[in-house]
């Protein structure tokens, strides 16, 4: 049962923490986004990885947000440090050749 | 500009009812992709119904079909024998050749015992 995976579900931290989330694609999928999903802003993209290059992170937040691909198993989304306004669910997805994408379960963030 | 508008924020369908969820799109693309994809209360995003721009037939996938008008930049999902798992959000998307999806606001659906 081929899915993406995500790491952790829910992370509840302090202003100012640095914060790792990972993310898993489906097997042999050589595109990975990374979405943030808030009330205001609704479902936004933040960077994309094509075949562990990165495409477009101009969605994100250049001073405190970074995210790579060490591998092609697994990519990750640092924030350092945190701020209350990152509060948000996190998404993760992948896709063969950037069509179809499917999502991970999302790491929902909490940012006191 | 490439923008996705739900104007339907909620709406509700009585237990094995039909429901029709409207979409629209602008691009001045002619190749593109749209998609549905519903988000429950567990808020895993699931891929429900996709479409290929240059395909007239409109997708079906079992209870689930939509009404793809691409002149008309429409693009609307229609749920048949409505089901209390279908309860949930559902969010219209666009993806113009291989990049990043445009997610419309979404509607809430709400299905009635």
């Known amino acids: 049962d081929a899915r993406v995976t995500q790491t952790p579900r829910d992370k509840v931290t302090e202003m100012g923490q640095e914060v790792t989330m990972r993310c898993q694609p489906i097997l042999g999928h050589n595109t990975v986004f990374w979405y943030r999903q808030t009330m205001m802003q609704g479902l936004e993209l933040l960077a994309y990885?094509?075949?562990?290059?990165?495409?477009?992170d101009s969605g994100m937040p250049k001073d405190r947000f970074s995210a790579e691909m060490p591998d092609a198993t697994l990519a990750t989304l640092k924030i350092q440090p945190s701020e209350p306004r990152d509060s948000a669910v996190y998404f993760c997805?992948?896709?063969?050749?950037?069509?179809?994408?499917?999502f991970g379960p999302g790491t929902r963030l909490l940012v006191l | 500009a490439q923008t996705v508008t739900q104007s339907q924020p909620e709406m509700s369908v009585q237990e094995a009812e039909t429901v029709t969820l409207s979409c629209t799109y602008d691009?001045?693309?002619?190749?593109?992709?749209l998609f549905w994809y519903k988000q429950p209360p567990s808020r895993q995003m699931i891929l429900v119904i996709r479409?290929?721009?240059?395909?007239?037939q409109n997708a079906t996938e079992n209870r689930f079909s939509v009404n793809f008008q691409k002149a008309a930049k429409s693009f609307s999902l229609k749920i048949s024998d409505s089901q209390l798992g279908d309860a949930a959000m559902y969010f219209c998307?666009?993806?113009?050749?291989?990049?990043?999806?445009?997610f419309g606001t979404g509607t809430r659906l709400t299905v009635i015992p």
């Open positions: 479409q290929e721009a240059y395909k007239q």
């Open positions: 998307a666009y993806l113009p050749g291989a990049n990043n999806l445009f």
């Open positions: 990885f094509r075949n562990r290059a990165p495409l477009d």
């Open positions: 691009t001045s693309e002619s190749d593109y992709y």
């Open positions: 997805a992948s896709a063969l050749r950037g069509e179809t994408q499917y």
